[in-house]
Structure formats: structure tokens, C-alpha cells
């Protein structure tokens, strides 16, 4: 099992996550995070973490967040690993209630 993220970490990116995970399985692209499903070993201490509660287990997903599954699997074969925490986006604040946010994500 793995953990994913989901529709709320667009645009608001915080990277609290990443701090914790044991395995480095956190890949960062422009405005979102997501995770290795073949490195994250489901030990569930990214997703208390995550302050947008972005992150559930495979098992939890929610039924409109399913296709963020293989989004997270998909782009992180793409984008770099990230390890530590970093500042999020100035305008971030501006995009923690925002519905809706597929349409801004930036591959």
C-alpha cells in the first residue's frame, strides 16, 4: 500500500511532509508534491503532517481523488526527489480552500 497525494496540495505545496518520511519518497514538480508509490513503505507519518490533509492512504482515497493514484506514480518518474522542507509559494494562503484545483497543476 502507499500513500497519495491529492487535489488540495496544488498551488499550496507546503512541504511539511517531507520532513518526516523515513524513505525519501516525496518528488517535487512546480506547484505540487507527490509520492513514489514504489519507495513509500506506508509508515503513515506524512499524513498527520500534511496541513491541506492532502496525503491519504491508498485505502482511504476518497472516490474523486482516485486518479491522483496513478497522477502520483506517473509524475514521480518526473520530477526530483525532495528531502527537506522548504518555504511554500508566496501566494499559497490564496489556494488552501479552493476547490477544484486540477486545472492548475503544472507538469
Known sequence: MTYVVVESCIRC??????????????????NFLVIDPEECIDCSLCEPECPVNAIYSEDELPEEQQHFLELNAELSELWPVITEMKEPPVDSDDWLDVPDKLQYLER
Do not use: A, Q, W
Open 13 to 30: 505545496k507546503l512541504t511539511d511532509c517531507v520532513e518526516v518520511c523515513p524513505v525519501d519518497c516525496f518528488h517535487e514538480g512546480p
